[in-house]
């Protein structure tokens, strides 16, 4: 019994805390087109939003759902904006961009927490939300929300990838 628990409180160690809950609307079509736009920042961490959807770009990429189109922003002249960061875009700008580009579903999204905890270990901590949008229907089709974190080996890097990757996966194409 006492080696079940040690067993036990070690894998809760090992894997970390993490959290992941899916919502599902109507199935997405196999075969279409995909983008990811840039992920909203709502942390004090620099590019975290970027990082974010680059890591989802590539998740998704793998599953080979259909085409990928590169989202290639406009220059800004915000100053408080690295060269790298947008701003993020409304439903509306999203939509407009992805009807030009002839895109079926855009990936969208918003960083919460990217971090590493501070104290003596400093644990890497993510949180964040995914949405599908369907561009012909004009709404959510899939979303998913969570947060993660490791242990005090575990890079940030590494957090985000199988926070997202635990999201990506269960998106369903019929």
Request: proline share 5%; charged share 20%.
């Amino acid at each position: 019994m006492v080696k079940r628990l040690i067993l036990v409180l070690w894998l809760c160690l090992l894997v970390g805390c993490s959290s992941m809950h899916v919502t599902r609307g109507p199935l997405i079509e196999p075969n279409q087109t995909w983008a990811v736009v840039p992920f909203a920042n709502h942390t004090t961490t620099p590019m975290a939003g970027l990082n974010a959807a680059e890591t989802t770009k590539q998740l998704i990429r793998a599953k080979a759902f259909g085409p990928m189109i590169d989202y290639i922003p406009k220059r800004h002249s915000s100053k408080t904006l690295t060269p790298l960061e947008t701003k993020p875009m409304s439903h509306r700008q999203m939509l407009r961009w992805a009807w030009r580009h002839k895109v079926r579903y855009v990936v969208t999204g918003t960083v919460t927490e990217w971090r590493y905890k501070s104290g003596i270990d400093g644990e890497p901590a993510v949180g964040l939300s995914i949405e599908v949008w369907d561009t012909l229907a004009e709404h959510v089709v899939w979303s998913a929300v969570g947060s993660s974190t490791g242990n005090s080996r575990d890079s940030l890097s590494y957090v985000s990838m199988r926070l997202i990757r635990r999201g990506v996966d269960k998106i369903h194409v019929s």
